[in-house]
């Protein structure tokens, strides 16, 4: 893939994105677009490739670009956010309509429901463009993370204008469909998430690597993700004291990540082996020589980090809050334990550790699971519902919608689902 420029206030144009007749243009507006940095958006990249195989033209607008992208990126004002540097405050900018204009989308998909989200969303309505929103954070779980419960509320209030606004809902697993649909928002789609086989290999395992942590004879229990209290981390703190305390000894924790609560994990995990941040090879050996994927987080919309373990041959143990509970339903490659019940995740890691034949097992179903879990096969099935709402032409304002989310219409005054 051929590399460009850092992308800036203009677009990124290249000579490798070859300007031809395309079926429809779709415009992609994201907070972040660093690849590999979470699930989310290393789903819109997958998705941007397989769209790109498909003839279609397709831009993004982002407040985070990455440094070389495949296709042109337009740069939206932004600013860290206070909690959490690694992502951004987006604002809405003057430039954007001119930008969208230029570029003339049949199709805008808003990937982040922010202040800049809330701008195309009000640049679609003005124009007619169908838009299609991908539900891949569940921002309201979050917020009591942060001592901010009083405002779950009007979250949804404003969630429900926003996603309703649009022709379009797409959410990674059922549980979350059915949390959407609980608050009162309409026109859902499942659009999953795949897997790449020959990136995510029990072939990578790699002696030396599991050497160079001092664990050569050890079992690896690994966490693979950011390192936020959201994610639940305490109760991986809590089976590291237990197993120290009372075994199994013959254990090592790697942690590949990185965040806010680095410092602290650190301190109170002195044994265990912290990777920082991790792509490409480095990131397939690491799941690849682990033993037991240990991932407790009670937020995640769906958890590419148990399909890349399960692809790896790695068991996981997740929590039943989620959506990574239903990975572990289908395949039959883990456990699941209680939310929050730090003994029960302890007693899952110990099985798949001290019983060899139940690991065979639960590692056999994940590997089946997995070679099921292809990218385009998944995408192309979004891709046929975006042809379909493109086909439809443009739309006049639904009856009752508002331009501004300034009145929360009724569930009433909505059309059934697409």
């Given at each position: 893939m051929k590399k460009t420029k850092p992308p800036n206030r203009s677009v990124n144009r290249h000579a490798s994105f070859h300007h031809t007749a395309r079926p429809f243009r779709v415009a992609?507006?994201?907070?972040?677009?660093?690849?590999?940095?979470?699930?989310?958006?290393?789903?819109?990249?997958?998705?941007?490739?397989?769209?790109?195989k498909n003839h279609i033209d397709v831009r993004v607008w982002t407040g985070f670009p990455p440094r070389s992208a495949p296709i042109p990126v337009y740069k939206v004002p932004a600013l860290p956010l206070p909690l959490y540097s690694d992502?951004?405050?987006?604002?809405?900018?003057?430039?954007?309509?001119?930008?969208?204009?230029?570029?003339?989308?049949?199709?805008?998909?808003?990937?982040?429901?922010?202040?800049?989200?809330?701008?195309?969303?009000?640049?679609?309505?003005r124009k007619g463009i169908p838009v299609s929103h991908c539900y891949h954070t569940d921002f309201p779980a979050y917020l009591k993370y942060y001592k901010l419960s009083f405002m779950t509320r009007p979250a949804w209030r404003y969630l429900r204008w926003l996603l309703n606004s649009g022709d379009l809902v797409c959410a990674p697993t059922k549980e979350l469909m059915t949390k959407l649909q609980e608050n009162g928002i309409h026109r859902l789609k499942i659009w999953s998430r795949g897997i790449h086989r020959d990136h995510f290999h029990p072939g990578f395992r790699s002696p030396a690597l599991?050497?160079?942590?001092?664990?050569?004879?050890?079992?690896?229990?690994?966490?693979?993700?950011r390192f936020v209290g959201y994610k639940s981390l305490d109760v991986i703190v809590e089976v590291y004291r237990l197993m120290r305390k009372k075994g199994p000894f013959n254990v090592r924790f790697v942690l590949a990540g990185d965040g806010p609560t680095r410092n602290e994990l650190q301190r109170m995990?002195?044994?265990?082996?912290?990777?920082?941040?991790?792509?490409?090879?480095?990131?397939?050996?690491?799941?690849?020589?682990?033993?037991?994927?240990?991932?407790?987080?009670?937020?995640?919309?769906?958890?590419?980090v148990v399909q890349e373990a399960l692809a790896s041959g790695v068991p996981?143990?997740?929590?039943d809050e989620g959506g990574c509970k239903e990975i572990i339903q289908e395949?039959?490659?883990?456990?699941?334990?209680?939310?929050?019940?730090?003994?029960?995740?302890y007693r899952k890691c110990r099985q798949l550790i001290s019983y060899e034949v139940v690991h065979r097992q639960k590692q056999h179903n994940g590997l089946a699971f997995?070679?099921?879990?292809?990218?385009?096969?998944?995408?192309?099935?979004?891709?046929?519902?975006?042809?379909?709402?493109?086909?439809?032409?443009?739309?006049?304002?639904?009856?009752?919608?508002?331009?501004?989310?300034?009145?929360?219409?009724?569930t009433a005054e909505y059309k059934t689902p697409v």
């Open positions: 992609i507006y994201c907070g972040t677009f660093r690849e590999n940095q979470d699930g989310a958006t290393k789903s819109i990249y997958e998705l941007i490739h397989t769209m790109r992502y951004p405050f987006t604002l809405p900018a003057r430039m954007i309509p001119r930008q969208l204009d230029d570029f003339r989308p049949n199709l805008i998909q808003i990937s982040t429901p922010d202040l800049t989200g809330t701008a195309f969303m009000k640049y679609a309505l599991r050497a160079s942590w001092n664990a050569p004879d050890k079992k690896i229990i690994l966490y693979s993700g995990m002195p044994d265990a082996v912290f990777t920082g941040y991790l792509n490409g090879r480095a990131l397939s050996q690491t799941y690849a020589s682990a033993d037991i994927l240990l991932f407790p987080s009670t937020t995640e919309t769906f958890g590419n996981a143990v997740v929590s395949s039959q490659g883990g456990f699941i334990a209680r939310a929050g019940d730090t003994e029960d995740f997995a070679e099921q879990r292809d990218w385009d096969t998944i995408n192309r099935d979004l891709i046929e519902t975006y042809r379909q709402l493109v086909g439809r032409g443009k739309r006049p304002r639904r009856q009752g919608q508002p331009a501004i989310p300034g009145r929360y219409p009724s």
